[in-house]
Nanobody, 128 residues
Framework: QVRLVESGGGLVQPGGSLRLSCVAS????????VAWFRQVPGKEREFVGA????????????YVTESLKGRFSISGSGAEDTVWLQMSTLKPEDTAIYYC?????????????????WGQGTQVTVSS
């Protein structure tokens, strides 16, 4: 069992920044992987990136999907209790509900079906 709570969403102008937080609590297993997805109405839920304390790619414990690298970054506290999604140079097309999700283990999957636990989502709106 994992309880996930996202926060930090809101309205931001194009070019602005936001940092989303995902707090994972009540998890009785370790390691876990915490991922970020986003979804706009009528479209599939899209993988943004993920973090796991036991993951390592080029000495990085996080992975961000290629199309968002350079603008988005992910970091985490120890034991994956909190994972942050830092978003910069935001564009209107980044407008979506952002969800965090968790799965057992340290393998980062880009598939939403790999994640059993989900937060309620937080709305990010990029508009002038």
């Amino acid at each position: 069992q994992v309880r996930l709570v996202e926060s930090g969403g809101g309205l931001v102008q194009p070019g602005g920044s936001l940092r989303l937080s995902c707090v994972a609590s009540e998890h009785t297993f370790s390691p876990i992987t915490v991922a970020w997805f986003r979804q706009v109405p009528g479209k599939e839920r899209e993988f943004v990136g993920a973090f796991s304390e036991n993951f390592s790619l080029n000495n990085d414990k996080a992975y961000v999907t290629e199309s968002l690298k350079g603008r988005f970054s992910i970091s985490g506290s120890g034991a994956e209790d909190t994972v942050w999604l830092q978003m910069s140079t935001l564009k209107p097309e980044d407008t979506a509900i952002y969800y965090c999700a968790a799965a057992r283990g340290a393998v980062i999957s880009t598939s939403k079906t790999s994640y059993r636990y989900w937060g309620q989502g937080t709305q990010v709106t990029v508009s002038s």
